[in-house]
């Protein structure tokens, strides 16, 4: 039995298969018609262009410019084609051309429609353009050099330590905008930044908050700020006395004491830096006890936590 035999027995067989056939064919009819109507009408279309500007380099806009036209065209259905399977070239804007003179780049919706023309088909008619006109502050000043300050929060986990100071990839921005706004300007400020329970080194960009009316250059910046794990120390050092006046010296007992404390993972093997320290002048002379006072003398920054073994030691006085 042919195939085609085999296909009509299976439809007279099945009441079902032969209704969803007929719909299918009602469609692709229905489709058809559509598409000769449509092709051979006139149809509107909404068409994003992209815009730039081409700019000498030493000026800089102070507005936002926007990304995309939306360009409303109207034209045969079946040249539409070519929009839907081709990209629409960019719309470049020459500078030079719409400069008023007084600082503005202007461009009004007769002209956008004008220069958008020759990137559409030669029959498309151009119906609206939104936004409709462009119109952009600029400047061709030179910038302004100001410092850039951070704002910046880093908190370490609590068995971890910021080991030195915050880097930035640069400490200044210029700054473009025009002679009155720049007057103001002494400084720029990054958006704030939080960082809590780190356990390890810093480093990410971080963005400068925009300005009204001006321009900032570079926009980012590169930070890092070192962290490094806290490691648990000990160590004997010397007891040092202080402000003993000349003639007199004091012997201790203990002569040094032995101090803990947690130092980042980097400083393990460094001297300890720590000095333990009794000062004569706190000496009560009239009492009978024979004891001092050990206090924390100089303790490097990075040193955390530091204690002694003894908080106080016995002494004797000589005098020569």
């Known amino acids: 039995m042919r195939l085609w035999d085999k296909i009509r027995e299976r439809i007279d067989e099945s009441p079902r298969l032969r209704s969803i056939l007929l719909y299918l064919g009602f469609v692709i009819i229905s489709a058809v018609f559509w598409g000769f109507l449509t092709f051979n009408s006139d149809v509107k279309l909404d068409i994003e262009v992209p815009v730039k500007i081409s ?13 995309t036209l939306t360009v409303t065209v109207t034209d045969h259905g079946y040249r539409f084609f070519s929009y839907l399977f081709h990209k629409t070239p960019t719309l470049t804007l020459r500078f030079t051309d719409y400069n008023d003179g007084n600082g503005y780049f202007k461009v009004d919706q007769s002209h956008l429609k ?13 119906v609206s353009v939104l936004p409709e006109s462009i119109n952009i502050r600029f400047t ?4 302004k050099k100001v410092p850039v300050r951070t704002d910046i929060v880093v908190e370490p986990r609590e068995d971890y330590t910021q080991f030195g ?4 990839s640069q400490d200044s921005v210029l700054v473009f905008s025009d002679a009155k706004t720049l007057n103001e300007i002494n400084e720029v400020y990054t958006y704030h930044v ?9 480093r990410r960009k971080v963005t400068i908050a925009p300005i009204n009316g001006a321009v900032v250059e570079p926009r980012v910046i590169d930070i890092m700020v070192p ?32 101090v803990t404390y947690r130092s980042p993972a980097s400083k393990v093997k460094d001297e300890a830096g720590i000095t333990a320290v009794v000062d004569f ?11 001092v006072k050990v206090m924390i003398g100089e303790v490097p920054a990075a040193y955390q936590d530091v204690k002694f073994s003894h908080d ?6 000589e005098k020569h």
């Open 312 to 317: 106080s030691v016995e002494y004797i006085i």
């Open 281 to 291: 002048n706190s000496l009560d002379l009239s009492s009978t006890s024979n004891k």
């Open 114 to 126: 004008k220069a958008i023309a020759p990137l559409l088909n030669k029959h498309a008619n151009i």
């Open 165 to 168: 100071a915050l880097i930035q």
């Open 55 to 67: 700019m000498p380099n030493n000026v800089h806009l102070l507005s936002k410019v926007p990304d």
């Open 194 to 202: 939080e960082e809590l329970e780190l356990t390890d080194t810093l």
């Open 227 to 258: 962290v490094e794990k806290l490691k648990p120390q000990s160590r004997t050092v010397k007891i040092v006395v202080r402000n003993a006046p000349a003639g007199v010296k004091m012997l201790l007992f203990p002569s040094d004491v032995e």
């Open 140 to 143: 061709d000043l030179p910038g």
